[in-house]
């Protein structure tokens, strides 16, 4: 199995900042992509930044300028650095790995975090 465990979040006042931590643990050999999907409240999950192995990133519109992704491959973590935060920002955020290999399985397989709570205030 993967386990991912996502750190970081809670309450905030919009302007401010916080930042969001995901480590992948198992029998991990490598992953494709790490990053950030959230969910608002009573709307789907959508995308918020990725980060593939090469060092690509990838941000949603309503995020860039604001929120800046990072990855360590050797560790198999991600953060996500917020600032600038708005009301709007408000949802569960989940730690995604795209891609995963490992030793009990000869396909790799996307696997994400239970979800962190991000809630700006006005």
């Known amino acids: 199995q993967v386990q991912l465990v996502e750190s970081g979040g809670g309450l905030v006042q919009a302007g401010g900042s916080l930042s969001l931590s995901c480590v992948a643990s198992?029998?991990?050999?490598?992953?494709?992509?790490m990053g950030w999907y959230r969910r608002p409240p009573g709307r789907q999950r959508e995308l918020v930044a990725t980060f593939t192995t090469s060092g690509t990133t990838n941000y949603a519109d309503s995020v860039k300028g604001r929120f800046t992704i990072s990855r360590d491959n050797a560790k198999n973590t991600v953060s996500l650095q917020m600032n600038l935060l708005k009301p709007e920002d408000t949802a569960n955020y989940y730690c995604y790995a795209g891609g995963v290999k490992t030793s009990f399985s000869v396909r790799s397989r996307d696997w994400w975090g239970p979800g962190t709570q991000v809630t700006v205030s006005s």
């Open positions: 198992g029998s991990i050999f490598s992953i494709d992509e």
